[in-house]
Each structure stands twice: as structure tokens, then as C-alpha cells.
């Protein structure tokens, strides 16, 4: 009877030292900044031009609790990231 193979020992996650921070770059908005990963940022898109609206969260927008709000939350992942707010203009109705 052959003898089992022992089943390996699953590796734990790495975990990113708690002084280690990522910058979130936030363009036409607020909240840039180094933080820490998981962190939840309020992010918040400036007023946009006369005669524009707001249409949405471009660049690395999946960090965004919802892409499509002014102000959103944005969770900071393990890397520098960088978002745009983004406008369109105005309907003329």
C-alpha cells in the first residue's frame, strides 16, 4: 500500500508592514494623500466648470466605493494610485 503524501502547510498572506503607505492622487478633487492599506478616504470632486456636470470618477476609479458620486469613499490598495474627477457639459434641456 503506498504511503500518503503529507498535504502542504498553506503559506499565511503577507501582510504589508503598518508603517507602509501608498499615495492616492486625486486630480479636480479632494482627499490626495499616503496612507495605509485598506484605509477607506472620503474622496470629493471639486465644483465643476459653469455650465458642466459632473459625469465620473476616471484613472483607477475600482478603488471607489462608487465611481459615479461626487463624493465616494476610496479604499487604498497596495500601490500608488491616481483618480480624476471627470465633467461633461451641461444638457441644454
Known amino acids: 500500500m503506498p504511503t500518503p ?4 502547510t498553506p ?6 508592514p503598518e508603517n507602509l503607505r501608498f499615495r492616492l492622487t486625486v486630480i479636480d478633487g479632494r482627499g490626495n494623500g499616503n496612507y495605509r492599506v485598506g484605509r477607506q478616504i472620503r474622496v470629493r470632486a ?3 466648470p459653469e ?7 476616471s484613472g483607477d476609479w475600482v478603488i471607489l466605493a462608487n465611481p459615479f458620486l461626487m463624493v465616494t469613499t476610496a479604499t487604498i490598495p497596495s500601490m500608488d494610485v491616481l ?7 451641461r444638457s441644454p434641456n
Open 46 to 48: 471639486n465644483r465643476p
Open 5 to 8: 503524501t503529507p498535504a502542504p
Open 11 to 16: 503559506s499565511p498572506t503577507p501582510q504589508p
Open 83 to 89: 483618480i480624476e474627477a471627470t465633467y461633461e457639459p
Open 51 to 57: 455650465d458642466f456636470v459632473f459625469r465620473r470618477w
